[in-house]
């Protein structure tokens, strides 16, 4: 995938919000990538993403995933979802002020309204219940052809979030 990031939108909010609608998905590229960091308000909350049509998240069960649960205190697992109702990035963040999720999300076919849209992600961040760093490889599907507008982060109350959206040249 060769090409230079167009800088699309940043958002920054540092006020308790229970979730965050992520805008600027139209036709000008073919792929975006979504950059962010949380920090939620509460421990033990996972990170969850839909899509979202004309600014409303689908909450439907068309989310599949296939992901590999990274841990640093032991061995990796697998996180399949087939027919899910988000998708499920990242377990038990937690809310310590210095510590953040950090996600990279590649969109593809988000504008085509004859093809599923698609997802590559990789997460990090820390689990207070494990406690260690955490994160997430791998990849999701939103089973229905339509033109896609955005994302929604969801899975808990966020104290901080930064959201870059990038359009691929």
């Known amino acids: ?22 805008t600027g998905i139209n036709s000008t590229y073919d792929v975006y990538v979504v950059q962010f960091y949380v920090r939620p308000v509460d421990n033990d909350k996972d990170l969850l993403v839909r899509v979202t049509t004309s600014g409303t998240p689908d909450t439907d069960s068309e989310y599949d995933m296939a992901t590999k649960f990274l841990r640093a205190d032991t061995s990796f697992g697998n996180t399949p979802v ?3 109702v988000n998708w499920f990035f990242n377990s038990a963040m937690a809310n310590d002020s210095d510590k953040f ?15 599923f849209s698609f997802v590559t992600v990789e997460t990090a961040g820390f689990n207070d219940t494990i406690p260690g760093l955490v994160g997430e490889q791998g990849g999701g599907v939103h089973t229905v052809a339509e033109q896609i507008t955005g ?19």
């Open 1 to 22: 995938m060769a090409g230079s990031l167009e800088k699309i939108s940043e958002t920054i909010s540092t006020g308790s919000q229970s979730s965050l609608i992520v």
């Open 101 to 115: 999720v950090n996600a990279t999300l590649y969109l593809f076919n988000f504008n085509n309204s004859s093809e």
């Open 82 to 84: 087939t027919n899910g």
């Open 151 to 169: 994302i929604q982060i969801a899975g808990g109350t966020y104290a901080q979030v930064d959201v870059k959206v990038y359009g691929v040249k």
